[in-house]
């Protein structure tokens, strides 16, 4: 089974600098027949579902700010909020679809210092 | 726009039994692979079960194999998850999500198992 891990697990960040969430995989997320890696990002804040940001590792979802931006290849992956807002304030999760058990990391709560 | 409603949560004692259902609208559901993830009281998601858009494909968390059972009905654009001999672990918001990567989400529908 693949195994994600998330760090850090919490993370304080002033609005307007850039927050970064690191996500390993136990195993390489890229399918070399397609060239696609298949690494998610979601965010979700309190009393709501998760919202799909990123997939395809660095993919954003329609309607999703540009400062998310997803990068990484292989095991290690980073979501990237370039210039922190307020309504950023959320766990957000990883999630690999590669290989069944599908799995998500344990989650980094994000809070504004 | 995708829109998805799970329906079916309920207070249940432990060796019961529920049955989740996920109405679905505003995409071709038949098309498309489905989920079910769970969300334990303050904890973080939880992979449960899949489905392909035909029903070709299974698949279950370790944690639900053997008592829990997904399936789908493609005429009425529904999603299902029986769950049997449950738990108090099993206590959750469950969610259906749509596609391969989650690209849509219901609202949940919470599921507790306590006597």
């Known amino acids: 089974d693949v195994v994600m891990t998330q760090s850090p697990d919490s993370l304080a960040v002033s609005l307007g600098e850039r927050a970064t969430i690191r996500c390993k995989s136990s195993q390489n997320l890229l399918y070399n027949s397609n060239s696609k890696t298949y690494l998610a990002w979601y965010q979700q804040k309190p009393g709501q579902p998760p919202k799909l940001l990123i997939y395809w590792a660095f993919t954003r979802d329609s309607g999703v700010p540009d400062r998310f931006s997803g990068s990484g290849s292989e095991t290690d992956f980073t979501l990237t909020i370039s210039s922190l807002q307020a309504e950023d304030v959320a766990v957000y999760y990883c999630h690999q679809y590669y290989s069944a058990p599908y799995s998500f990391g344990q989650g980094t709560k994000l809070e504004i210092k | 726009e995708a829109h998805l409603v799970e329906s079916g949560g309920d207070l249940v004692q432990p060796g019961g039994s529920l049955r989740l259902s996920c109405a679905a609208s505003?995409?071709?559901?038949?098309?498309?692979?489905m989920t079910w993830v769970r969300q334990a009281p303050g904890k973080g998601l939880e992979w449960v079960s899949y489905i392909s858009h035909d029903t070709a494909t299974i698949f279950y968390a370790d944690s639900v194999r053997g008592r829990f059972t997904i399936s789908r009905d493609n005429a009425k654009n529904s999603l299902f998850l029986q769950m049997n001999s449950l738990r108090a672990e099993d206590t959750a918001v469950y969610y259906c999500a749509s596609g391969f990567y989650y690209d849509a989400w219901g609202q949940g529908t919470l599921v507790t198992v306590s006597s």
């Open positions: 505003g995409f071709s559901f038949s098309d498309y692979e």
